[in-house]
């Protein structure tokens, strides 16, 4: 019976190590976007990079859905150059981000943007969805919408 459990067992534990790895790529706060006239701005915080030399940043005009910081890019584009970490990357502190997709149509109805963290220590990425989650969508902007706010008048 033991020999039949221990298989399952170790790869139970693989792969909790494995999801563990993942999650300490980057501690990433926030990501987010909105569209601008010039095209979709794209913004993101982290807390530390400790295993993160730098990002990437994909398209797609599909809901594609980030599953335990994994995603089938086969119907997203890759629409950055490799940005590099604030510090030259693998750095215990945080950083802020932006930057402009101006190759984005404003004729598209919809956009949904994902971030990829390379790894420092093994060469793999991680993809990171909306608010920064490993699991769900990607920052989903409307093209020809621009926020406008307005004051707020109490009398």
């Not at 909790?16 to 601008?36: E, K, M, N, P, Q």
Request: aromatic share 12%; net charge negative.
């Amino acid at each position: 019976m033991l020999k039949r459990i221990m298989p399952v067992l170790l790869l139970g534990v693989a792969l909790l190590f494995s999801v563990i790895a993942v999650r300490a790529a980057v501690d990433l706060t926030y990501f987010d976007g909105v569209w601008t006239s010039n095209g979709s701005r794209l913004f993101w915080g982290t807390a530390s990079e400790d295993d993160s030399q730098g990002f990437y940043l994909w398209r797609s005009t599909q809901d594609l859905q980030v599953v335990n910081g994994a995603l089938n890019t086969s119907q997203a584009t890759r629409v950055s150059a490799f940005i590099p970490g604030a510090s030259g990357g693998c750095d215990p502190n945080g950083h802020d981000y932006e930057y402009l997709d101006t190759t984005a149509n404003p004729a598209e109805p919809v956009y949904y943007y994902f971030l990829e963290s390379l790894n420092c220590s093994n060469g793999g990425s991680v993809f990171y969805g909306n608010n920064g989650n490993l699991d769900g969508s990607g920052v989903v902007i409307f093209p020809g919408q621009v926020r406008l706010y307005l004051p707020l008048v109490a009398r």
